[in-house]
């Protein structure tokens, strides 16, 4: 056997047999993986997650661990062998420390008077220090209307005055909640006030002295012991400056931030997130793109961003296991301790710049792993050092143990040091170039490690994840690096920043560009159970697939074959998709479109043309409905009115296609909502303008007369004077009565779709010129979502022969209601809805009309 001094004399004269300063390339350092410090890590791990909620008995753990470990010595007499005690002794401590770390964190959750004034939803005055940049809220739409904005901000109570005039000093970690996008103010939409409320631009560690209503945390088993919502109206009183460190971090973000100013929506969004992790300027619908192609960990601070940089310093990974390293340390001749401590030096600057929040201290530790590999050149203590950090992230901070961003940054970091070199090897020696097999087998084992615990939160799996991944790969490392550059530049050089910004944003909009057409692809991915039982089943799917491949990989025609299938179940060609599930059916005239609880209609207007009525309320849906039709023209979208689940999925709409132009009511509220599709439509420069009965349009052998509302009054000859309402037209309660509505005619069907008409509009509509046009329709979109408020008079003088109703599956509402449908069907009419029937066509057969289902 060679012993350890006769190898590494082997190993030192191989190195300097090689002529080359830095050494040889291939001499390998590694030795079998050491897992000696896996299962303590794992018993922490496991321990922190399950005392949080039981830190009342993590006491009698810890005396029952050290209890175990004093009497480990007495096994020696039962054949233990010493390796086997000192791993038996190296988990119970872990286990020990970790329940009395788990049960100091769950205790702070108890302790004091807040969790008792949540629990009574008293009003409170506290002084409270923020641990957390703020962040708004994303828009969400419920029912008619979209959330109000708020602004959230985890912070600890430092001091709680109550009602009563009790004071008391204690450490509670809770949410603060700022309404500040309730109402409006100034004639702006709250919006508006929203993303100019100086409450976002406090930094952590600053003291505030806030006035609040309390609650109890929302879900169990969370690191809040209370919510404090917060009127927002009034400026944050602060009572106690950021720390230095925060006041440095924040001046660097602030000056990325400026840097990006005049870049591209994309790449000014993007570069703040891939360099420090702020995605405040992360559009909802940019958002999506990137958990669809499961680029999302590109938008957050994350190991690899820590670890391109300590590339740059040190050299890339794939030489950690080899002698030979490059990058500028040892090129400039600095040894690896030296070498050691300007890494340490460059851990700290990022986690300062980045937050020391444990998100970010989480990629630290992460990236530290590739630190010690890339000065070592050992690949066999990446494991223990992965393990050690885990330890000791789990100890310090002990809710880590319950975040899935922990999980998956440790699985992905697991499968890069373990399967990826393995899967690699595999590929290289089966002809594949080394650049791309590292790639390849990076890519690959990362996706396959994590896709069931992403399948767990998104309840969804991505098809072109590692497609994404690899082809975004070359771009990430540019955009950190001249990012990371550009921050360090914008507090001395200005110019120099923004050029910097410049050149960064190249890569930027690449990395967006890809996140977009990888998530625009009809399969781009698939439902999947989201539950830990829907991870497990993908997880022996997943194994089923790679023993396959395996085996097919010494085949080249069967995976070209693989390839070209998964190519086209992803791609799903519009001829191939209509052949084989027989949708969207030729010559169809009308798709209502499954958008959930509200309305999204498409009326053909010749090839790859389609004129839009209402967007539904999600941007995704109403997308993915006008793909499958083959939509890339839009000559008009009709906006109804400017309720949330009519106009919110606007964005799907105008995503990648000609829109020619937006018609709405002139009934503009809810306010908000109104602002919004003017945002949206001036930012792609398409004209808005206002629909009034008697106008008639064209378009191939689409044609189509608005019946609904009428004409706007005259303006008022005096400001004195009363407002003016044309004779038989009630002036519009709200937003549903001022809906417009059509009548639609297309290859011989007519159809009428009236939005959200109430039954006084309805009523009206019924006595307006327009009514004999009404009588003996053969398609009616039912008004409101088939709600029981309608007009019997304007549903017998319709007469439909087909009812369509749009709703959403399990609504809260009790869409259709049971007494419009029996009337509808009374009628004579066949009633079809979208939350049992799915998306429906409507199309001219043999006899006449003719329904599709999707």
């Not at 703040?272 to 300027?281: C, H, Y």
């Not at 710049?353 to 530790?365: E, G, M, N, Y």
């Not at 809906?739 to 011989?748: D, E, P, Y």
Request: proline share 9%; aromatic share 4%; hydrophobic share 45%.
């Amino acid at each position: 056997m060679t012993s350890a001094p006769d190898l590494t004399r082997g190993r030192s004269a191989v190195h300097a047999a090689s002529g080359k300063r830095l050494g040889a390339a291939r001499p390998r350092q590694e030795g079998p993986t050491d897992l000696r410090l896996v299962p303590p890590a794992l018993a922490a791990w496991a321990t922190a997650a399950l005392m949080l909620d039981a830190s009342p008995g993590s006491t009698g753990i810890v005396a029952g661990c050290l209890a175990a470990v004093a009497l480990l010595p007495w096994t020696r007499r039962a054949g233990w062998a010493s390796w086997s005690r000192a791993s038996a002794a190296a988990v119970l401590l872990c286990v020990a420390a970790a329940a009395a770390s788990a049960g100091l964190h769950g205790a702070d959750l108890r302790r004091g008077p807040v969790p008792g004034l949540a629990r009574s939803y008293a009003t409170v005055t506290a002084e409270v220090e923020l641990t957390s940049d703020p962040r708004l809220t994303r828009p969400r739409v419920r029912g008619d209307h979209v959330t109000p904005t708020a602004v959230l901000i985890d912070a600890e109570v430092r001091r709680v005055h109550d009602s009563g005039g009790a004071t008391a000093a204690t450490r509670t970690p809770v949410l603060l909640i700022v309404d500040v996008g309730s109402g409006r103010r100034g004639g702006r939409p709250a919006a508006d006030e929203a993303g100019r409320s100086p409450w976002l631009g406090l930094l952590p560690s600053t003291r505030l002295r806030v006035s609040a209503r309390s609650a109890p945390a929302l879900t169990g088993g969370d690191r809040i012991a209370a919510v404090l919502r917060v009127r927002g109206e009034t400026e944050p009183e602060v009572v106690g400056a950021p720390s230095d460190a925060q006041r440095l971090a924040g001046r660097l973000r602030a000056g990325l931030r400026e840097a990006t100013d005049g870049l591209t929506p994309d790449a000014r969004a993007l570069l703040p997130g891939l360099v420090v992790g702020d995605t405040s300027r992360i559009t909802p619908e940019l958002e999506e793109a990137f958990k669809e192609t499961d680029l999302t960990h590109t938008l957050a601070v994350s190991g690899a961003n820590f670890t391109i940089l300590l590339a740059l310093l040190l050299g890339p990974p794939g030489l950690a296991q080899r002698v030979e390293r490059r990058g500028l340390a040892p090129r400039l001749g600095i040894s690896l301790r030296a070498t050691a401590v300007l890494g340490g030096v460059l851990s700290l600057g990022f986690v300062v710049v980045c937050r020391p929040d444990p998100s970010v201290l989480r990629a630290a530790a992460c990236g530290a792993v590739a630190l010690l590999a890339l000065a070592t050149g050992r690949r066999r203590s990446l494991i223990p050092a992965l393990a050690t950090a885990v330890l000791l992230l789990v100890l310090y901070d002990p809710w880590l143990a319950r975040s899935y961003g922990f999980l998956l940054s440790v699985a992905a970091t697991g499968a890069l040091l373990t399967l990826a070199p393995r899967w690699s090897a595999g590929l290289r020696r089966r002809g594949v170039p080394p650049r791309l097999a590292e790639a390849l087998g990076a890519a690959g084992a990362a996706q396959a490690v994590c896709a069931p615990i992403v399948a767990v939160l998104s309840a969804r799996v991505s098809l072109v994840a590692v497609p994404c991944n690899l082809i975004a790969e070359f771009a990430i490392a540019p955009a950190t690096v001249l990012g990371f550059a550009a921050l360090a530049a914008a507090p001395a050089v200005m110019p120099v920043a923004e050029a910097l910004a410049w050149c960064a944003h190249w890569p930027a909009e690449w990395i967006a560009t890809i996140a977009r057409t990888g998530a625009a692809l009809p399969g781009a991915g698939v439902d999947w159970p989201g539950s830990w039982t829907g991870a497990a089943l993908l997880a022996v799917v997943t194994s089923a697939v790679l023993l396959v491949g395996r085996r097919l990989l010494r085949h080249p025609w069967w995976c070209g074959v693989c390839g070209l299938l998964l190519a086209l179940a992803v791609v799903q060609p519009p001829p191939l998709t209509r052949v084989l599930t027989g949708w969207p059916p030729p010559g169809w005239r009308l798709v209502m479109c499954d958008v959930g609880q509200g309305d999204a209609m498409v009326l053909a207007a010749g090839e790859g043309a389609g004129v839009v009525v209402d967007a539904g309320p999600d941007p995704q849906l109403v997308d993915h409905c006008l793909r499958a039709l083959g939509i890339t023209r839009v000559p008009l979208v009709v906006l109804t009115h400017f309720h949330a689940d009519h106009v919110a999925g606007l964005p799907g709409v105008l995503r990648g296609r000609t829109v020619g132009a937006i018609e709405t009511t002139g009934f503009e509220e809810p306010a908000e909502q109104a602002a919004f599709v003017r945002r949206q439509a001036a930012a792609r420069r398409i004209p808005v303008t206002r629909a009034a009965a008697g106008e008639q349009r064209r378009t191939g052998e689409l044609s189509w007369q608005v019946v609904w509302p009428p004409p706007s009054p005259p303006p008022n000859p005096s400001p004195g004077s009363p407002p003016q309402v044309l004779p038989g037209h009630p002036e519009p309660e709200g937003p549903n009565d001022a809906s417009v509505a059509m009548l639609v005619r297309s290859a011989g069907l007519r159809l009428l779709l009236l939005g959200d008409l109430e039954p006084p509009a309805q009523r009206a509509l019924a006595r307006s010129p327009a009514a004999e046009a009404l009588r003996r329709v053969d398609v009616l979109k039912v008004a409101h979502h088939g709600s029981a408020y309608q007009d019997p008079g304007l549903i017998r003088r319709a007469a439909p022969r087909l009812a369509l109703i749009s709703c959403g599956e399990d609504n809260t509402y009790g869409h259709p209601a049971p007494g419009t449908v029996a009337a509808l069907r009374a009628g004579g009419a066949a009633v079809l809805r979208t939350d049992r029937d799915g998306a429906l066509a409507v199309l001219e057969g043999d006899g006449g009309l003719r329904v599709a289902r999707d």
